[in-house]
């Protein structure tokens, strides 16, 4: 059973960045095929993929978020983390990390979740 925990600040102010770790137990983040995943929920939107690191440190971005997003990986501590600057307040929405067995984007296709946190853009 794979666990993952998100961690970070709740609240982050406009025009900063937002950085995020996902701590993950039960597999190695460089186990052959596994991707990891970063997805975020506006309120009363649908969940929205932001990006991936794969298990050899290869990172791909939603096309949308692409110039202000960083993942990286830390495999010493089994941690991947997002980085998002130049926040607005429509950045606004619970973040989630999530592994996958394949490349995906499809938040349906993820195996494992972590329970997501908060993060809301305000001054």
């Known amino acids: 059973q794979v666990q993952l925990q998100e961690s970070g600040p709740g609240l982050v102010k406009p025009s900063q960045t937002l950085s995020l770790t996902c701590t993950v137990s039960?597999?190695?983040?460089?186990?052959?095929?596994?991707?990891w995943n970063w997805i975020r929920q506006p309120p009363g939107k649908a969940l929205e993929w932001i990006g991936v690191i794969t298990y050899d440190g290869k990172t791909y971005y939603s096309p949308s978020l692409k110039s202000r997003t960083s993942i990286s990986r830390n495999t010493p501590k089994n941690q991947f983390s997002l980085q998002l600057s130049s926040v607005t307040p429509d950045d606004t929405a619970v973040y989630y990390c999530?592994?996958?067995?394949?490349?995906?984007?499809?938040?349906?296709?993820?195996?494992?979740w972590g329970q997501g946190t908060q993060v809301t853009v305000s001054s």
């Open positions: 039960g597999a190695s983040i460089s186990t052959i095929y596994y991707t």
């Open positions: 999530a592994e996958a067995s394949e490349f995906t984007t499809d938040p349906d296709k993820f195996d494992f």
